[in-house]
Nanobody, 122 residues
Framework: QVQLVESGGGSVQTGGSLRLSCEAS?????MGWFRQAPGKEREGVAA???????SYADSVKGRFTISQDNAKNTVYLQMNSLKPEDTAMYYC???????????????????WGQGTQVTVSS
């Protein structure tokens, strides 16, 4: 079992930046960030494999950066040039399942954090 603890959400104006952090209680093969806005389905935002390979949703490419500190079992999501449509609850996710699915797909995450709210005002 892996516990995930997120931090770093908050409120910013359009164009601002936030950095989310997620600490895992143990080893993970793949970690990612998802978000869910009110009335919308949850969507994958970014993922990173333990060897550092990353992938991003088209909507955040060039603005968000996912990174990790393997020594700390921690993943980060640096969010720049934030837009009102980025407003959502952001969830950290993790998986121990090996395979080429990570980081290009978001289908096999089975550990989830409690979520942290990100609000971007215009």
């Amino acid at each position: 079992q892996v516990q995930l603890v997120e931090s770093g959400g908050g409120s910013v104006q359009t164009g601002g930046s936030l950095r989310l952090s997620c600490e895992a209680s143990g080893y993970t093969y793949c970690m990612g960030w998802f978000r869910q806005a009110p009335g919308k389905e949850r969507e994958g935002v970014a993922a990173i494999r333990s060897d550092g390979i990353t992938s991003y949703a088209d909507s955040v490419k060039g603005r968000f950066t996912i990174s990790q500190d393997n020594a700390k079992n921690t993943v980060y999501l640096q969010m720049n040039s934030l837009k009102p449509e980025d407003t959502a609850m952001y969830y950290c996710a993790a998986a121990r399942r090996f395979g080429s699915w990570c980081p290009s797909t978001f289908n096999y995450f089975n550990y989830w954090g409690q979520g942290t709210q990100v609000t971007v005002s215009s």
